[in-house]
């Protein structure tokens, strides 16, 4: 099954060299999850072939315009395309009144509902729940409130050895089996789980953490993850700029993505000083080797093997 992030814009500020400003959609399983919404985002949306109704969730990091001016535009669209189903926001308090202004003065109904989840960017929380998978919140350091956003699908079950399972077995001996369970008939052990099974599929885990100072706070939250993605907005020697800004160079980035023990980094929400992103990237795999450029259309999967 798909865990798998799409790059959707990938610059802080403002657009330029063709980089648009953030948002990313990340698809585990059947559902869609975009992060943040930067102002070209539907346009990426449509240039990528993505149905903007297979999103459901929105999650919205922080109020600042790079983040957030393109949400207005996407949720008129869902609504002039006649969506129906409810849309579920997540964002810092201020944006529900943002939205509802908007669509008070343009005399919009919208044709379907939004439900709005208020963020608290103090201290982390569980903020999505479903059958497979978790969202936290990840409490950043920036100039305004901002969160970032761990997804975690729950562990999951034992997959059945058709191969040794004798055919006849009940479905309440498979849940047994899948749940890890021996099955007894009475004192008698009749079907031996790691005969019957195989282990179950690797649970997959995304962070992203943008836009923030570089904060070692978060470590215990993005430790041993699959995918990172951290802001990465200058080189190392633009620090005290960095500092200023509430932002993180790529040096740091790294240095997070090694102190956590991540498997992979993503870097982006770059500077529109730079034109070139190679150094960056050459920063960052001094210190951790398996980084990547965030760059727009890219995609990252994690295999659940
Ligand atoms: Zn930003
Ligand atoms: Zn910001």
Do not use: W
Not at 144 to 149: T, Y
Not at 155 to 162: A, E, G, L
Not at 171 to 194: A, H, P, Q, S, T
Not at 263 to 275: C, E
Request: glycine residues 4%; contains cysteine; proline residues 4%.
């Amino acid at each position: 099954m798909p865990f798998e992030l799409k790059i959707l814009g990938s610059n802080s500020a403002t657009p330029v060299f063709n980089r648009h400003q953030s948002s990313q959609l990340l698809q585990i399983e059947n559902e869609y999850f975009l992060i943040d919404c930067g102002e070209a985002t539907q346009h990426q949306l449509i240039r990528f072939k993505i149905k903007f109704n297979k999103i459901n969730h929105i999650f919205i990091s922080h109020l600042h315009g790079d983040h957030v001016l393109g949400l207005p535009g996407l949720i008129s669209t869902m609504h002039l395309n006649g969506r129906q189903r409810e849309l579920h926001l997540y964002g810092p308090p201020g944006l529900n009144e943002i939205l509802t202004l908007q669509l008070k003065y343009s005399e919009t109904i919208l044709s379907y509902d939004i439900h709005f989840h208020e963020l608290d960017a103090k201290e982390s929380k569980t903020i999505l729940d479903l059958d497979n998978l978790t969202v936290q919140t990840i409490p950043l350091n920036h100039r305004i409130d901002c969160c970032g956003f761990l997804f975690k699908e729950k562990p999951k079950k034992r997959r059945i050895n058709k191969e040794t399972l004798p055919p006849e077995t009940s479905l309440l001996n498979i849940i047994k089996l899948k749940n890890g369970e021996d099955v007894y008939e009475g004192e008698k052990l009749v079907l031996k789980n790691e005969e019957m099974t195989f282990p179950p599929r690797k649970s997959r885990s995304f962070a992203y953490c943008s836009d923030t100072r570089y904060t070692e706070t978060i470590l215990p939250m993005i430790k041993d993850i699959d995918l990172l993605y951290h802001e990465s907005t200058f080189l190392d020697d633009m620090k005290e700029r960095a500092i200023e800004t509430f932002h993180t160079t790529a040096l740091e980035a790294a240095t997070l993505a090694k102190k956590a023990n991540v498997k992979r980094l993503i870097i982006g929400h770059f500077s529109s000083r730079y034109k070139e992103l190679e150094p960056l990237l050459e920063e960052a795999k001094t210190v951790f080797t398996n980084s990547s450029l965030a760059i727009e259309g890219n995609n990252f999967s994690v295999s659940d093997d």
